[in-house]
Protein backbone atom coordinates (compact mmCIF):
# COMPACT_ATOMS: atom_id res chain seq x y z
CA UNK A 1 0.00 0.00 0.00
CA UNK A 2 1.13 3.65 -1.51
CA UNK A 3 0.21 6.84 -0.29
CA UNK A 4 0.86 10.18 -0.48
CA UNK A 5 0.04 13.29 1.46
CA UNK A 6 0.80 16.65 1.20
CA UNK A 7 0.78 19.45 3.13
CA UNK A 8 2.10 22.78 3.71
CA UNK A 9 -0.93 25.04 2.04
CA UNK A 10 -2.77 27.83 3.58
CA UNK A 11 -3.77 31.67 3.12
CA UNK A 12 -0.81 34.32 2.18
CA UNK A 13 -0.85 38.05 0.87
CA UNK A 14 -0.08 38.61 -2.73
CA UNK A 15 3.82 38.64 -2.64
CA UNK A 16 4.11 36.37 -0.26
CA UNK A 17 5.75 32.56 0.09
CA UNK A 18 4.64 29.33 1.21
CA UNK A 19 6.47 26.11 1.18
CA UNK A 20 4.72 22.39 -0.01
CA UNK A 21 5.65 19.43 1.05
CA UNK A 22 4.81 15.92 -0.27
CA UNK A 23 5.98 12.75 0.93
CA UNK A 24 4.95 9.27 -0.34
CA UNK A 25 5.17 6.28 2.04
CA UNK A 26 4.41 2.16 1.96
CA UNK A 27 6.22 -0.42 0.15
CA UNK A 28 7.80 0.48 -3.07
CA UNK A 29 11.74 -0.14 -4.67
CA UNK A 30 12.16 3.08 -5.95
CA UNK A 31 10.39 6.57 -7.40
CA UNK A 32 10.71 7.49 -10.35
CA UNK A 33 9.28 11.22 -11.04
CA UNK A 34 7.58 13.35 -8.21
CA UNK A 35 5.57 16.61 -9.43
CA UNK A 36 3.58 18.90 -8.75
CA UNK A 37 -0.08 20.20 -10.30
CA UNK A 38 -2.67 22.39 -9.56
CA UNK A 39 -6.36 23.11 -9.87
CA UNK A 40 -8.28 26.32 -10.21
CA UNK A 41 -12.13 26.45 -9.49
CA UNK A 42 -13.44 25.86 -12.64
CA UNK A 43 -10.23 25.24 -14.24
CA UNK A 44 -8.80 21.69 -15.57
CA UNK A 45 -5.68 19.93 -13.57
CA UNK A 46 -2.29 21.73 -14.83
CA UNK A 47 1.68 20.72 -14.54
CA UNK A 48 3.25 23.18 -12.18
CA UNK A 49 6.89 21.51 -11.76
CA UNK A 50 8.20 18.12 -12.13
CA UNK A 51 11.47 16.22 -10.82
CA UNK A 52 12.85 13.42 -12.12
CA UNK A 53 15.23 10.77 -10.17
CA UNK A 54 18.60 11.94 -11.72
CA UNK A 55 17.46 15.86 -10.64
CA UNK A 56 16.23 17.06 -13.66
CA UNK A 57 13.98 20.04 -13.30
CA UNK A 58 10.64 21.76 -15.32
CA UNK A 59 8.49 23.98 -14.54
CA UNK A 60 5.17 25.60 -16.10
CA UNK A 61 6.30 28.92 -17.57
CA UNK A 62 3.59 30.63 -15.49
CA UNK A 63 5.43 30.21 -12.17
CA UNK A 64 9.28 29.96 -13.60
CA UNK A 65 11.54 31.83 -11.83
CA UNK A 66 9.10 32.26 -8.52
CA UNK A 67 8.47 28.52 -7.98
CA UNK A 68 11.32 26.01 -7.30
CA UNK A 69 11.03 22.12 -6.90
CA UNK A 70 13.07 20.04 -4.62
CA UNK A 71 13.24 16.44 -3.56
CA UNK A 72 15.24 14.47 -0.77
CA UNK A 73 15.52 11.28 -1.79
CA UNK A 74 16.18 9.52 1.83
CA UNK A 75 12.95 10.86 2.83
CA UNK A 76 11.34 10.57 -0.37
CA UNK A 77 9.43 13.64 0.04
CA UNK A 78 9.10 16.75 -2.95
CA UNK A 79 9.43 20.22 -1.79
CA UNK A 80 7.70 23.33 -3.58
CA UNK A 81 9.47 26.70 -2.84
CA UNK A 82 6.38 28.85 -4.01
CA UNK A 83 7.71 32.99 -3.61
CA UNK A 84 6.42 35.63 -5.39
CA UNK A 85 2.52 34.23 -5.11
CA UNK A 86 -0.08 36.00 -6.97
CA UNK A 87 -3.87 35.43 -6.52
CA UNK A 88 -4.26 33.94 -9.84
CA UNK A 89 -1.81 30.95 -7.85
CA UNK A 90 -4.57 30.35 -5.70
CA UNK A 91 -5.65 26.39 -5.99
CA UNK A 92 -5.65 23.10 -4.63
CA UNK A 93 -1.95 21.65 -5.29
CA UNK A 94 -1.42 18.22 -5.39
CA UNK A 95 1.60 15.76 -5.67
CA UNK A 96 1.89 12.84 -8.29
CA UNK A 97 4.60 10.37 -7.50
CA UNK A 98 5.61 7.56 -9.93
CA UNK A 99 6.98 4.52 -8.22
CA UNK A 100 7.96 1.45 -8.78
CA UNK A 101 6.98 -1.61 -6.91
CA UNK A 102 6.64 -5.02 -8.98
CA UNK A 103 5.66 -2.72 -12.10
CA UNK A 104 5.39 1.44 -12.66
CA UNK A 105 2.18 3.03 -10.77
CA UNK A 106 1.21 6.67 -10.53
CA UNK A 107 0.03 7.97 -7.27
CA UNK A 108 -1.99 10.88 -5.86
CA UNK A 109 -2.32 12.97 -2.96
CA UNK A 110 -5.48 14.12 -1.98
CA UNK A 111 -4.07 17.70 -2.30
CA UNK A 112 -3.51 20.90 -0.32
CA UNK A 113 -5.43 24.46 -0.87
CA UNK A 114 -3.53 27.51 -1.40
CA UNK A 115 -4.84 30.63 -1.10
CA UNK A 116 -3.39 34.09 -2.22
CA UNK A 117 -5.47 37.04 -1.11
CA UNK A 118 -4.68 40.59 -2.95
Known amino acids: QVQVAESGGGLVQAGGSLRLSCVASGSFFSINAMEWYRQAPGKQRELVAT???????NYAESVNGRFTISRDNAKNTVYLQMNSLKPEDTAVYYC????????????WGKGTLVTVSS
Open 51 to 57: TTSGGST
Open 96 to 107: RVVLRTTYVAQY
